[in-house]
Nanobody, 115 residues
Framework: VQLQASGGGLVQPGGSLRLSCAASGSIFSFTAMGWYRQAPGKQRELVAGIAKIGTTYYVDSVKGRFTISRDNAKNTVYLQMNSLKPEDTAVYYC??????????WGQGTQVTVSS
C-alpha cells in the first residue's frame, strides 16, 4: 500500500487546514493510521493516530486543535487542523501508527504557519 499526503499550504496563525492521506489500497491493512510531522532540525513526531476501531491519540501540543478521522470507503485519513500556530510549521506525513507496519514515507506535505 502506498500513502499520499496532501492539503498543506501557507496559512496565517489562527487559521485552519485539512490534510488528506490517500491510500492506494485498504487502510484496514494497517492496525492504526497516524499523522506525523517533522520540523527543520527536529525529529519526526507522531501528532495524531486513529485505530481501526476509531480510538484516537493526540500529542499534547495539538489536543483540542487537531482532529484525526478516517473514511474507510475512500481509504483516506484526514487531519483537520484548527487554531494553527507558527510552531505547527513542519512537513506532515501519514503512515501506519505502528512502526513495524511502516511503508514508504513519501514526500509529505508542507504546512507553514506564518503572518
Amino acid at each position: 500500500v502506498q500513502l499520499q499526503a496532501s492539503g498543506g499550504g501557507l496559512v496565517q496563525p489562527g487559521g485552519s487546514l485539512r490534510l488528506s492521506c490517500a491510500a492506494s489500497g485498504s487502510i484496514f491493512s494497517f492496525t492504526a493510521m497516524g499523522w506525523y510531522r517533522q520540523a527543520p532540525g527536529k525529529q519526526r513526531e507522531l501528532v495524531a493516530g486513529i485505530a481501526k476501531i476509531g480510538t484516537t491519540y493526540y500529542v499534547d501540543s495539538v489536543k483540542g486543535r487537531f482532529t484525526i478521522s478516517r473514511d474507510n470507503a475512500k481509504n483516506t485519513v484526514y487531519l483537520q487542523m484548527n487554531s494553527l500556530k507558527p510552531e505547527d510549521t513542519a512537513v506532515y506525513y501519514c503512515n501506519s501508527g505502528i512502526s513495524s507496519e511502516y511503508v514508504d514515507w513519501g514526500q509529505g506535505t508542507q504546512v507553514t504557519v506564518s503572518s
